[in-house]
């Protein structure tokens, strides 16, 4: 039971480390208008973040143990086509990461989104918050993929449980932390703040489509390989 616990979180592990760096960068241009407003609105988001991320990845492995993603010996035929779709789609996110990145000199582009959250409320901000960690298409490729990874191991639900727990804490992690150093910090944590925003402008493009192209390539092997 500890071993086939161990195997599916290594397994997905990668997916919560590339949901947790995919995110960071969404979540320090949020955090920016929401540090001139009040802490239960930073509080809010995070709270929507986690239960997102936590969501998705129960109705991912709900729905993978009930159209049967594994066996005992080796998982379900679509459970590999799927790693190949989502392998292929993570290139063609790198690939499109990668031109997106601002020329020298060039502002990057902020998400029209972002108009919002300059007079959100706190009910907006959890929803936000929930939105962006379940419905991201970056985010959700890796939610679904790890669910999948869990969902193909030979596990009981309680097994499961563990493995996606594990999951959506690493995958979650940054972003919690990040908000509540600035609950704790306040105003001291402005100037760090401010330097990471303005390095996520110039280098985010490249490091997303470097780290897109590294798990896309991954997980399409690990499909190809499987079939």
Wanted: net charge positive.
């Amino acid at each position: 039971m500890v071993s086939r616990v161990a195997q599916a979180i290594g397994g997905s592990l990668v997916f919560a480390i590339g949901f947790a760096v995919t995110s960071l960068p969404i979540a320090v241009i949020v955090l920016v208008p929401l540090s001139k407003g009040d802490r239960v609105l930073r509080t809010a988001f995070a709270c929507g973040w986690s239960v997102g991320a936590a969501g998705a990845m129960a109705i991912v492995i709900a729905v993978s143990d009930a159209i049967g993603a594994g066996s005992d010996t080796s998982p379900a035929t679509w459970v590999l086509m799927a790693k190949i779709l989502f392998g292929a789609a993570l290139l063609v996110l790198a690939g499109w990461e990668w031109r997106k990145r601002p020329a020298p000199g060039d502002a990057a582009h902020v998400p029209g989104w972002m108009r919002l959250v300059e007079n959100i409320s706190p009910l907006g901000s959890a929803g936000l918050g929930l939105a962006i960690a379940a419905a991201n298409p970056k985010n959700l490729l890796m939610i679904v993929a790890g669910g999948l990874a869990i969902a193909e191991s030979p596990l009981s639900t309680g097994g499961e449980v563990i493995a996606a727990a594990v999951f959506v804490i690493l995958a979650v992690m940054p972003v919690v932390m990040l908000f509540a150093l600035y609950r704790y910090l306040g105003r001291r944590a402005q100037r760090w703040l401010d330097v990471l925003t303005d390095w996520i402008e110039l280098n985010n493009a490249a490091v997303m489509a470097v780290l897109l192209l590294v798990i896309g390539t991954a997980l399409l092997g690990n499909g190809i390989a499987g079939l």
